[in-house]
């Protein structure tokens, strides 16, 4: 807990409160969401908002992924083709 309260610049203390609501609740700082899912490397407040607020999350594909899907589906396209022509050139050669 030391250093994720180090890493978001606050006090471990006053994190563990935060945190744990021990008789002084006290609400994590919505600016910190982002730096805290990053630190801890994982989306669970994110997530828990939208269920929240009955919402479902999918991850959204980098430009590279949508280039990778499309090179994919030309690659199987071409494979169909191929086999295609190789039927229709055996069929020639008989």
Same mark, same amino acid.
């Given at each position: 807990?030391?250093? &994720? ?5 606050? =006090?471990?203390? /006053?994190?563990? *409160?935060?945190?744990?609501?021990? #008789?002084? %609740? *006290? /609400?994590? %700082? %919505? ?9 801890? #490397?994982?989306?669970? %407040? $994110?997530?828990?908002? !939208? $269920? =929240?607020?009955?919402? #479902?999350?999918?991850?959204? =594909?980098? !430009? &590279?992924?949508?280039? $990778? ?9 071409? =494979?169909?083709?191929?086999?295609? $022509? ?5 069929? &020639?050669? !008989?």
């Amino acid at each position: 807990m030391k250093e &994720i309260a180090f890493d978001l610049d606050v =006090k471990s203390d /006053h994190l563990s *409160r935060m945190v744990n609501n021990d #008789g002084d %609740p *006290r /609400h994590f %700082p %919505p600016e910190l969401i982002d730096k805290l899912q990053d630190i801890c #490397g994982n989306e669970i %407040p $994110l997530r828990w908002q !939208a $269920l =929240k607020r009955n919402y #479902g999350l999918y991850r959204l =594909k980098s !430009a &590279i992924e949508v280039e $990778l899907d499309q090179e994919r589906t030309e690659k199987e396209e071409l =494979k169909r083709e191929l086999s295609i $022509l190789t039927k229709y050139l055996k069929e &020639i050669r !008989a």
